[in-house]
């Protein structure tokens, strides 16, 4: 009786092949089997592959961009002005701030520093104020310069104003001035000697550079004073008012011409001993040589 082939081996059991050589060979792989059911050759579906993967990239980058960018509208949506509360009749109500909000500079910045000298006389009741020199004054100018000269008068009051020249293009000035005030010694403890220094411009306001301020009941008027002293931010209370104007302005786009109407001028400063001014209006084109003046 032969004996059964394949009696001890299991029947779920799978052996290998083996070749004609005797060697064995394994089962392909899963990815292999995928690779050659798709009927294109390898080349081609690795090329398919990376350009997939490139757009699954650009499409991740636009959206970190799109979330990025409406964060940061969100951001300015926020911090936006909002001007509900804001009243005025005109556009310039609005944007620009009043008088009593204009800074003239920083208090910390150093403007400079004045000589100046005062003897007092007792028996003719006036005050001679003496303008030396000015040293370091702050650069108002584009050039890195200024053109300084010093306005004097007294607090209360300011019944008299005095001015020293006009130096150009110095930060360094020196004034060698003298100025005399009428002041009654029992008015002296109670008036305040004031120096500002201007920076001239010629075809706009004067720039303030900075003030000096003495109380008079500080110092000893019967000696004769020299001192230096270092400028502060001008006081805003004390701008003054030269008066109103009222213009219009008309500008025609097509025959390049600006029609300036100069209609009133009220609160004028007076100018003359009896108290009135000789008045005409000088309008000039900021960068044009002409001008053209109205009486």
Request: net charge positive; charged share 25%; with cysteine.
């Given at each position: 009786?032969?004996?059964?082939s ?6 779920n059991?799978v052996?290998?092949?083996t070749?004609?050589?005797?060697t064995?060979?394994t089962?392909?792989?899963?990815f ?8 294109l ?16 990239l ?5 959206i970190c961009?799109?979330c990025?960018c409406?964060?940061k ?10 001007l ?20 003239y ?8 520093r004045l000589q100046?000298?005062?003897?007092y ?11 030396k020199?000015?040293?370091?004054l702050?650069?108002m ?6 053109d300084p000269y010093?306005?004097?008068?007294i607090?209360p009051g ?11 293009k ?17 008015e002296a ?5 004031v120096m500002?220094?201007?920076d001239?411009?010629r075809?706009s306001?004067?720039?303030?550079i ?7 009941d500080?110092?000893?008027l ?10 502060t931010?001008a ?5 003054e ?14 025959s390049s011409?600006?029609?300036?109407v100069?209609?009133?001028?009220r ?5 003359d001993?009896n ?16 001008s053209k003046?109205?009486?």
């Amino acid at each position: 009786m032969a004996p059964k082939s394949g009696a001890n081996s299991s029947p779920n059991t799978v052996t290998p092949s083996t070749a004609a050589n005797g060697t064995t060979t394994t089962a392909p792989g899963v990815f292999d089997e995928l690779l050659n059911k798709i009927p294109l050759p390898r080349w081609a579906i690795f090329t398919i592959a990376a350009v997939a993967a490139l757009l699954l990239l650009l499409c991740c980058l636009c959206i970190c961009v799109k979330c990025c960018c409406k964060d940061k509208a969100k951001k300015k949506k926020k911090d936006k002005i909002k001007l509900k509360g804001v009243t005025g009749t005109t556009t310039a109500a609005l944007v620009q701030p009043g008088v009593e909000d204009l800074d003239y500079g920083s208090s910390n910045k150093r403007r400079g520093r004045l000589q100046y000298s005062l003897e007092y006389s007792f028996t003719k009741q006036e005050l001679n104020v003496g303008l030396k020199e000015a040293a370091e004054l702050l650069a108002m100018d584009s050039g890195g310069t200024s053109d300084p000269y010093v306005k004097v008068y007294i607090m209360p009051g300011k019944a008299k104003t005095c001015e020293t020249k006009v130096l150009r293009k110095t930060l360094n000035p020196v004034f060698n001035e003298n100025f005399k005030f009428e002041l009654p010694a029992n008015e002296a403890p109670e008036s305040t000697l004031v120096m500002v220094v201007f920076d001239f411009n010629r075809f706009s306001k004067h720039s303030t550079i900075g003030e000096l301020r003495i109380p008079l009941d500080s110092i000893d008027l019967n000696q004769v004073i020299e001192d230096w002293g270092e400028l502060t931010e001008a006081s805003k209370s004390e701008q003054e008012n030269l008066g109103d104007i009222c213009f219009s302005l008309r500008y025609v786009p097509t025959s390049s011409k600006l029609t300036v109407v100069i209609l009133e001028a009220r609160n004028l400063k007076k100018m003359d001993i009896n108290g009135m001014s000789g008045m005409s209006a000088l309008s000039r084109l900021m960068g044009m040589a002409a001008s053209k003046r109205k009486k």
